[in-house]
């Protein structure tokens, strides 16, 4: 089955850091760039990260770089969100996404994990 | 950075009408890499529509994307049911891959 699953979410104190799993089946990983999405709660959605098939390049939203950085295990399919200096309104649902078109950053998000919940707070 | 503004911000419409959401961008999104994205309430999104007009696999053809450049339109020919969501656009032109605040269309 093609699915993503993320993990690692959870409560964490201002400050703190936290590390935030997605475990993709069903297709040649090695062969897409994958993204991370954010929702705070009862807003909409933002873009957070994206990082090419091979790992070398990784772009990030202004409201995370210097905190946050995405990695990728292509011998284990996984995609990694190593987030620190976590702030209250970094409390959001985080979604790790495929980018829909092999080769390329520069893609639609065609399959959609369900989340895993991240709270900061003290 | 590319901004993207959605309107209306809210769309109440009854079943079987139409529906048009629109997309509009702060500067020229490039190649049209503009994609509409259907969430429904506790969901992740799904990929409804890419490059501006392309409608992804296995979404019915009652949707549809128009548009270039700053401007673009999602339509609904025929609001069904299950189509009373949230609806992102979003650009993947330019990094930052910014969203839109989204479109809720909700019954009448």
């Known amino acids: 089955e093609v699915q993503l699953l993320e993990s690692g979410g959870g409560l964490v104190q201002p400050g703190g850091s936290l590390r935030l799993s997605c475990a993709a089946s069903?297709?040649?990983?090695?062969?897409?760039?994958m993204s991370w999405v954010r929702q705070a709660p009862g807003r909409g959605l933002e873009w957070v990260s994206t990082?090419?098939?091979?790992?070398?390049?990784?772009y990030n939203a202004d409201s995370v770089r210097g905190r946050f950085t995405t990695s990728r295990d292509n011998f284990k399919d996984t995609v990694i969100l190593q987030m620190s200096d976590l702030r209250a309104e970094d409390t959001a649902v985080y979604y790790c996404?495929?980018?829909?078109?092999?080769?390329?950053?520069?893609?639609?998000?065609?399959?959609w994990g369900q989340g895993t919940m991240v709270t900061v707070s003290s | 950075e590319i901004v993207l503004t959605q309107s209306p911000g809210t769309l109440s419409l009854p079943p079987g009408e139409r529906a048009t959401l629109s997309c509009r961008a702060s500067?020229?999104?490039?190649?049209?890499?503009l994609a509409w994205y259907q969430q429904r309430p506790g969901q992740a999104p799904t990929l409804l529509i890419y490059?501006?007009?392309r409608r992804a696999t296995g979404i019915p053809d009652r949707f549809s994307g128009s548009g270039s450049g700053t401007d673009f339109t999602l339509t609904i020919s025929r609001l069904e049911p299950e189509d009373f969501a949230v609806y992102y656009c979003?650009?993947?032109?330019?990094?930052?891959?910014?969203f839109g605040p989204g479109t809720k269309v909700d019954i009448k």
């Open positions: 996404a495929k980018v829909g078109r092999t080769n390329y950053v520069w893609g639609a998000l065609d399959l």
């Open positions: 069903g297709f040649t990983f090695s062969s897409y760039a």
């Open positions: 990082i090419s098939r091979e790992g070398g390049n990784t």
């Open positions: 500067q020229s999104v490039s190649s049209n890499y």
């Open positions: 490059g501006a007009s």
């Open positions: 979003q650009q993947y032109g330019d990094s930052p891959f910014s």
